[in-house]
């Protein structure tokens, strides 16, 4: 069975008109192939058949030269004469016999009548409305060509009709519209099995689950072990609640023959945290089909639900040596290690899988990677300049040589792999650690240049390396001409936030209060939702007014936001945490600003945190609070050369 995308089939040869409907497949297809327009026409003019037409007299009246062709080969060397009206008019004279076919010689097509007033309506699809419709289809007059394979459809053995309608229906028309029309055409034709399943496909497509229920019913009634695979490609719902009508819909099914219909029921089950449920229904799949792949995963998948993770890893190991050709479980175990952190036993079992796969780039990156992640920085080395051998992983390859280089503080290796990146999902990043090198060696021209050099070459990332230009001219106390950068960029770059944000973060609180005011109300106009644009706003407030009560509650927002929410970030958590902390000790409340502080800084210590922290201690008399964290705060944020690990992680 052909599914949607197909175009027309060979139609079943009818008694009569057997050769009639081959020379209409013909004509068609070639159609559907978009050759030229004079190659269709001339197709159209010889499949004219007037064994069809019912004014036989049309010719005389209208005055139209009758074309004899003869299809006997041996009538090649006929003569020709000529023949007029009253005598005087061309003609050309062919012998007659039985497979003759004439054809009428048209001058004027757009001058003819209708192609209902040329031939009668009949009983099986007409050829002159297909090539119609199909002419309608090439002209991207969509409408009037599924229309017209429409109403041809609901014709005697229009089979392939139908198909091409749905087809065309699918392609231009909602899916709902293209469900009714299978489902109508299917109740004319209730013995075409074929419509049955286009019907519960696009019933599930439509997420009409009653429809798709009923039918799939009827399908699992004549052939139990029906194979459901295309009916359910696509058809996986989105939310929740159209996953539970699916399910409800499913449930009174018998599927214990019927594999794929037993992991869709299986996939639902697990998603709703019924993993005793769901076992069932995908070991009956694998009764079925005990080494597909996709099912083992699925049954892994469940079973890390239910039992021990040795257990999972047993059953994955078993699956891999009985299918020791598939990568696909290879994976699942080592990215199944990795998520238990067993980062050692996935690394070796990567470097299995890159002795049976030499030749795939994927499994030869990720054991790269985990080499990387467990330092064994001689196994990465060697995997990546392999890697780097293929054109296509060329640039990824020599971004984590970089990352391996830099972290073995081979800084000047580093450079180099990191200058050679040229992908631009990954030149950004590339570059700017080359910006770090550069700056810890006090070359700030070099560093200059080679954002300049980002600039020119990838346009798109101008308005970041003005960005970090302006951070680099800020650092060396050169706040002015940073800014002058950023407002020089924002001309060139008017609708550009992050240059807009830069600009305004560089603009002192209480000096220049009405330009930030004016640029932050700006940025929060464009994305209401940002939470940098409001607590930086709530910064400026308080800076302004310890008391302001809008600042207050904006920053007081940003700390409850828990940290499971998908607008979590620690960084500005933190942020968020200072700016208050920072009220707060303005106001001399120094034990709200421990309250605030104490806890951040013991598990991820911070500059700034620690110095709010010390001020607090001293305001509170704390000798020996002052003491250790002063000493504590010399040890963690020296910027001396040799410090080189925070220099890079601060930058």
Known sequence: MIFFGSLLRSPHPYSEYSSFRALLHVAIERLCQRYKLALSLAVCLCLAAPVHAS???????????????????????????????????????????????????????????????????????????????EF????????????????????????????????????????????????????QNPDHVPAWFYVAHLALRAHDYILAGETLNRILRYDPRADLSEILIGIYPNNDDDKRELLAALQPLDSEQNASLS??????????????????????????????????????????????????INYVSQARLRNPDSKSLYLYEIRYLLDLKQSEQAWKLLLEAHSRFNDDSEITLLAALVSLDIEEYASADELLNMLAKSPAYLDQAYYYLGISAERQQLFDQAKYYLNGVMQEDLVLEARRKVVAFELLDNDIDGAIATLEKLRKDFTVFAPDTFVMQADILWQQNESDEALRL??????????????????????????DYVVKRTLLNHLQALDPSNLSYQLSYAQLLLANERSSEQGLALATAIIQIRYDDPRYDNDLHLQALNVLAGNALAKENYQQVIDYLQTPYDVLPTLRSGTLLLRAYQGLGNNDKVEVLLADLQQRFSFGQHNINDRIQLY
């Open 486 to 511: 950023l407002t020089r960029a924002a001309r060139k770059y008017p609708d550009n936030e992050m240059l807009l944000f830069a600009r305004a973060q560089l603009l002192d609180d209480k000096e």
């Open 55 to 133: 004014h036989p007299d049309i010719l005389l009246e209208t005055k139209i030269p009758n074309v004899s062709v003869a299809t006997d080969t041996k009538s090649a060397a006929n003569k020709v004469t000529a023949d007029k009206p009253n005598d005087d008019s061309d003609a050309i004279d062919t012998p007659y016999n039985e497979d003759t076919l004439t054809i009428e010689n048209v001058k004027n097509i757009n001058g003819l009548a209708p192609t209902s007033l040329w031939q009668p309506e009949l009983s099986e699809p007409s050829l002159y409305a297909l090539l119609d419709a």
């Open 263 to 312: 992991v869709l029921k299986a996939g639902l089950l697990y998603q709703f945290n019924e993993p005793e449920v769901a076992i069932v229904h995908i070991n009956r799949a694998l009764e079925r089909q005990p080494d597909y792949v996709p099912f083992i995963t699925l049954k892994a998948d469940i079973l890390r639900k239910i039992v021990t993770a040795e257990t999972v």
């Open 136 to 187: 309608a289809a090439d002209r991207d007059d969509k409408r009037r060509a599924v229309s017209i394979y429409k109403q041809q459809s609901f014709k005697e053995d229009a089979t392939a009709v139908f198909e091409r309608a749905l087809s065309l229906s699918l392609r231009n028309e909602r899916v709902e519209d293209s469900l009714q029309f299978a489902k109508t055409w299917q109740d």
